[in-house]
C-alpha cells in the first residue's frame, strides 16, 4: 500500500505543527493513502559535522546512532513521499529538523524521485523564508514538490490556533489532494524515473 511520511519537526507532539500535518493525513487517507505522523521528539538531534563516514560506509547510515536520525531514515526508505513540518523559529525551521534532514539526506535516505511538500507554522512573520529552506534539499535530490492553492504555511502561535486558520486548513487538505493525485498517476503509469546525468561538479575556486 502507497504510504506517506509526515514528520512532525516541533518539540510540541500535538501542537499546531501537528494540526496541520494532521490535516493533510486525514486527507490522504481518504484518498485511500496510508500515513505514519512521526514526531522528531524532544531529545537533542546531532547537526552533520561533515565527517564522510556515512559515504565510506555506504550503508546509508549517518555514523551517529546516539538520536532520531537513523530511525527515521528507515521510516524514509519505506515510504513513498515525504512531508516534513516544522514551526517557524527567527524566520527559519527549527533547527532540529534541518539537522535531521540534512544529515539523512545526505547519508543516503532512499529519497529520490519521491514526491514531497514542505509546510511551515508561524506566529505572523518568517513563514515564506521557512518553506523556502525546508523546500531546498527536495529539490538538490530530483523529488517532485508537492504544491497547493496557496503556499504551504499555517498560522498559528498557542496551542490550537492553527485549526482558527481556515485558509491554512483548506490548504493542507489541498495539499493531501494533490499528494494523492500525484502518487496515483505515478503508479498508473508504471514509468520510470528520468535517467540522471552523471554528476560534473563544478567548484569555483581553481
Not at 7 to 28: M, Q, R, Y
Not at 65 to 93: H, R, W
Request: contains cysteine; charged residues 20%.
Amino acid at each position: 500500500m502507497t504510504k506517506v511520511l509526515l514528520i512532525n519537526g516541533s518539540p510540541h507532539k500535538d501542537g499546531n505543527t501537528f494540526i496541520a500535518l494532521n490535516e493533510i493525513s486525514e486527507t490522504l487517507n481518504e484518498q485511500g493513502i496510508d500515513t505514519e505522523i512521526a514526531w522528531i521528539g524532544v531529545k537533542p538531534v546531532r547537526g552533520c559535522i561533515a565527517c564522510g563516514t556515512c559515504k565510506a560506509r555506504g550503508n546509508g547510515k549517518c555514523a551517529f546512532d546516539d538520536d532520531i536520525c537513523n530511525s527515521m531514515i528507515d521510516k524514509i526508505n519505506e515510504a513513498d513521499a515525504l512531508v516534513v513540518g516544522a514551526p517557524v523559529y527567527y524566520g527559519q525551521p527549527a533547527g532540529q529538523v534541518l539537522a535531521l534532514v540534512q544529515r539523512a539526506f545526505f547519508a543516503g535516505a532512499k529519497v529520490d524521485n519521491k514526491p514531497a511538500a514542505a509546510v511551515a507554522v508561524c506566529r505572523r512573520g518568517g513563514a515564506t523564508a521557512a518553506l523556502q529552506t525546508l523546500m531546498m534539499p527536495f529539490q538538490l535530490k530530483n523529488m517532485p514538490l508537492v504544491t497547493s492553492q496557496y503556499w504551504n504555511i499555517v498560522y498559528g502561535m498557542d496551542k490550537g490556533e492553527a485549526k482558527l486558520d481556515l485558509e491554512g486548513m483548506q490548504t493542507m487538505r489541498q495539499v493531501g489532494r494533490n499528494m494523492a493525485w500525484l502518487l496515483k498517476n505515478k503508479e498508473a503509469s508504471g514509468l520510470q524515473a528520468p535517467t540522471e546525468e552523471p554528476w560534473q561538479p563544478m567548484h569555483f575556486i581553481r
